[in-house]
């Protein structure tokens, strides 16, 4: 994790399952599988057998958590999971889901992708009315609002609970017979639907449908209520106004390269801002290379612009995880070694554009440049395809505090010296716009410090 805390982190993935008939937990499961790279923390299963519902969840990577007899044991034609990243000293097992709750009219479980900005508030007037709380995570927020509004109809619970949500979500929930998606009135967190053959898929990303066999049939709308029981799909809009502020992110590096949110392919929307940074910031170099994995798109697309060759220069070691032993303080200055390597033959005696999908700490970027310089790159020209990261999130991503937030202290230049880079080029926000298509809404507070609504404002942030 030494290193991991220079890169922005999403919370986790959501996905859900629904089948006519036969045991979904499997399906979920390879589900998990595809959105593993939005969380690593913990994993959980939550299926529905005729409104019975069983759960397993651990901490550590789907596979880890899951074995075959332990999915074999969660039987049920409903089921979600879910996939988390949390923020330091949250690592619990208590937080991790799918929760499953009991209460008077029977029970729900439900996953959470996202943070609500009024979930303290929330909190401290039902524990005032003698709620008990298990964890410390919003979802049980939710779920305990949920409760608390159910009466006879489980819909009308859902809606009278989103009105009072401020924040960022998508939620997967199993009730009954009926499996339940929403989406935040901003389309803050991304949920989209699938179908296959015997029933539907909910799921964060649309790489996820692909592993489960299910074909793409929308993004669920911003603010929109999702319904599917036997009778098939009923859907709730929003009777608000919604302004559509998807995380911008998503496509800069949380989602996978073969997704497709809001009707924006991740790959090249990555692809076109590495074009736009060649036109922005042109340099004379041998080689083109990008920092896997997020990168690597961004910099085909300025190699393509450019016409400089794209090269292979650093090379990835993707066995380590979860379970890496921190290393001596001695070590952890060299750490990023452990994680990349340079393959020297590809970057020695040449003028080398290295491209990363952001900057956040800078401790990275300073390691790596030294390391290309160290293999023998006469030059290193830094090209970021995401603007100066220089305010905190409070919508589901762990962001450091805005005085650890490089680009927030100190100017392009200074960062450049810091890192010892020859050059340094941050995409603009124009730029941006226009690779992530600039008819969309998106949010970019993380860059301009416009927030979508009225956030907390915390010490140091």
């Not at 159910?150 to 009954?176: M, R």
């Not at 794209?310 to 994680?339: C, D, M, S």
Request: hydrophobic share 35%; glycine share 10%.
């Amino acid at each position: 994790m030494f290193e991991e805390m220079d890169k922005l982190k999403e919370e986790c993935g959501v996905v859900g399952v629904y089948a006519n008939k036969g045991n979904v937990s499997k399906m979920v499961y390879y589900g998990l599988y595809a959105l593993q790279h939005r969380g690593q923390e913990s994993a959980g299963i939550a299926v529905s057998d005729q409104g019975k519902i069983s759960h397993h969840k651990g901490m550590g990577l789907a596979p880890e958590v899951f074995e075959d007899k332990t999915l074999d044991s969660l039987s049920g034609n409903i089921g979600i999971g879910h996939v988390r990243y949390s923020t330091f000293g949250e690592s619990l097992i208590e937080n991790a889901q799918p929760l499953v709750v009991r209460y008077k009219r029977g029970n729900i479980a439900l996953a959470h992708n996202g943070s609500l900005v009024n979930s303290e508030a929330l909190r401290e007037i039902m524990e005032d009315d003698g709620v008990v709380f298990q964890t410390t995570i919003d979802t049980e927020v939710i779920a305990n609002l949920i409760a608390r509004y159910h009466n006879k109809d489980i819909i009308k619970s859902i809606k009278n609970t989103i009105e009072v949500l401020k924040g960022a979500y998508s939620l997967v929930i199993v009730s009954e017979d009926k499996l339940i998606g929403v989406r935040d009135s901003l389309g803050l967190r991304p949920l989209c639907l699938g179908k296959f053959e015997d029933g539907y898929v909910l799921a964060s990303e649309s790489c996820a449908l692909d592993t489960i066999g299910a074909e793409f049939v929308r993004d669920v709308d911003p603010g929109e209520i999702v319904i599917i029981d036997e009778n098939g799909i009923e859907t709730i809009k929003s009777d608000k106004w919604c302004n559509r502020k998807m995380c911008v992110f998503e496509y800069i590096y949380f989602a996978r390269p073969d997704s497709t949110i809001d009707g924006i392919n991740v790959y090249l929307s990555r692809s076109e801002a590495g074009k736009m940074l060649a036109r922005e910031a042109p340099v004379e170099a041998d080689v083109v290379i990008g920092v896997p994995d997020s990168g690597t798109p961004a910099a085909i697309g300025y190699a393509e612009e450019s016409g400089i060759p794209f090269g292979i220069g650093l090379i990835k070691n993707k066995y380590i995880g979860r379970t890496f032993i921190q290393p001596t303080q001695a070590l952890r200055e060299q750490g990023v070694k452990i994680k990349l390597n340079v393959l020297k033959e590809n970057v020695e005696g040449k003028r080398v554009v290295m491209v990363d999908d952001s900057i956040v700490r800078g401790t990275t970027s300073k390691r790596i440049v030294d390391m290309l310089k160290k293999a023998g790159a006469k030059e290193v020209h830094v090209r970021v395809s995401s603007p100066p990261v220089k305010y905190p999130c409070y919508f589901g991503i762990d962001t450091p505090y805005r005085e650890n937030l490089v680009a927030a202290n100190y100017t392009t230049d200074e960062i450049r010296d810091m890192i010892n880079a020859d050059t340094l080029h941050f995409l603009t926000i124009k730029g941006l716009s226009e690779a992530t298509g600039e008819k969309k809404g998106y949010c970019k507070a993380c860059f301009d410090g416009n927030y979508p609504m009225e956030v907390p404002r915390v010490e140091g942030n």
